[in-house]
């Protein structure tokens, strides 16, 4: 039998909707790594997107890089820990609350944090946020860019997206690609 994680103990049943490969990531943990493009809105969606990146460790003076996430469990949380060839970190540290129908996953990443709840969709899983503090801050959803992240398998590889956008800017900030498991 696989072992249990605090990811499939949260989803419970649910956990079962997932793909496999993500199943599986998240039964065992492991490192995936590829290039990943990096965008930056124009104008003042840049200048805001420029901040964000900076606050949580996004390099975005090139277009494209080289990527690498570790994706580790403990007993109580979910640990992700970003890398890009430039050796600029971004980790994230996810704790749960509750399960999957009544619950959510605390994201803390620098100054941020977010109240996160997954919706899985074909097998993927798909991030919805329900609150947002900056520096232990609450910040109304309105006043904050929205976020879309998720990710999903497609072709045996693992492809993310997250972006923030604002109304009237558009987006702010995007990064994502497809990655490869490799032994972690």
């Not at 003076?61 to 109580?76: A, M, N, Q, W, Y």
């Not at 820990?81 to 704790?95: K, Q, Y």
Request: glycine share 14%; charged share 25%.
């Amino acid at each position: 039998m696989a072992p249990e994680t605090v990811v499939s103990r949260w989803f419970g049943p649910a956990f079962g909707e997932l793909h496999p490969l993500l199943q599986q990531l998240h039964r065992h943990g492991g490192v995936l790594s590829g290039e990943i493009d990096i965008q930056v809105g124009r104008g003042p969606a840049g200048w805001i997107g420029r901040r964000l990146a900076k606050s949580v460790g996004i390099p975005v003076d090139l277009p494209r890089r080289g990527f690498e996430v570790s994706i580790r469990h403990t007993g109580t949380a979910l640990e992700w820990n970003r890398r890009f060839d430039n050796g600029a970190e971004m980790r994230s540290l996810f704790v749960p609350v509750g399960t999957c129908r009544d619950g959510w996953w605390v994201e803390s990443t620098g100054p941020v944090e977010m109240h996160l709840t997954v919706d899985v969709d074909r097998g993927g899983w798909l991030w919805r946020v329900l609150r947002t503090r900056v520096r232990g801050i609450p910040v109304p959803l309105f006043l904050m860019p929205r976020s879309r992240a998720g990710k999903r398998i497609e072709n045996g590889r693992y492809l993310f997206q997250v972006e923030f956008a604002l109304p009237l800017l558009g987006t702010v900030l995007r990064y994502g690609g497809a990655l490869e498991a490799r032994p972690g």
